[in-house]
């Protein structure tokens, strides 16, 4: 199972301010990429699905380079409530039935007042 | 909306204890997970499940861990002796196909002393 690597922070931006994490993965065979959100000691909940031409979700762009083997996440205006960590996620599907998703250990995101 | 349930919150357990941590998945997904985090540390992967059968599994999940899916709804997780290091929060997950998003339960919380 291979990795995947991300900045771990932490990431004290003021509010209102844009930020970008980056993450890699070092399988080439990984197929499906996810950011996750985690707040502390709660269960990682979907941000949003990463796709090779790009998508945004309202102050959320996520980019997916497969030639480098990198993803982005761009946050927009950041809000209070946007203070959380980060999980870069990626999945390998090996067409044999249910294959695990291996987490980055995610960026923590601090936004100041 | 609907969601993954996990039972209990909190386990407490004496070393070398058998515990079993339950799940429900969503009703209509067919593809169930265990994923493990220590305090501090990334989330891992565990073990996956899919039409009765373990479809994939990590270096983590050895003989002391099975998994079992009893009925049609719940999804259950059992660590047959438990050691101080098993002390971790436990996450079920299920999806509706392989490569897809992932819904998380809110965890079972698992204390080993």
């Known amino acids: 199972r291979k990795e995947v690597e991300q900045d771990p922070g932490p990431f004290n931006v003021p509010e209102g301010a844009t930020v970008a994490f980056n993450c890699t993965y070092s399988?080439?065979?990984?197929?499906?990429f996810f950011w996750y959100r985690q707040d502390c000691r709660k269960e990682p909940k979907l941000l949003m699905s990463?796709?090779?031409s790009g998508n945004e979700d309202g102050r959320f762009t996520a980019q997916l380079n497969r030639a480098s083997q990198y993803i982005s996440l761009l946050i927009r205006d950041s809000k209070l409530s946007d203070s959380a960590t980060y999980l870069c996620v990626v999945n390998v599907y090996s067409g044999g039935g249910a294959d695990g998703l291996t987490f980055g250990k995610g960026t923590h995101l601090i936004i100041q007042p | 909306e609907p969601e993954v349930t996990q039972t209990p919150s909190h386990q407490v357990t004496q070393m070398g204890q058998e515990v079993i941590l339950r799940c429900v998945p969503i009703?209509?997904?067919?593809?169930f997970y265990w994923y493990r985090q220590i305090l501090g540390q990334k989330v891992e992967f565990l073990v996956s499940?899919?039409?009765?059968?373990?479809?994939?599994k990590s270096e983590i999940f050895d003989d002391q861990f099975s998994v079992e899916r009893p009925d049609g709804s719940n999804f259950t997780l059992k660590i047959r002796s438990t050691k101080l290091e098993d002390s971790a929060m436990y996450f079920c997950?299920?999806?509706?196909?392989?490569?897809?998003?992932?819904?998380f339960g809110s965890g079972t919380q698992l204390s080993v002393l």
């Open positions: 997950a299920s999806s509706k196909g392989p490569g897809e998003k992932l819904f």
């Open positions: 399988n080439s065979a990984s197929q499906s």
């Open positions: 499940f899919y039409n009765n059968e373990i479809s994939e």
């Open positions: 009703s209509n997904h067919l593809y």
């Open positions: 990463v796709y090779s």
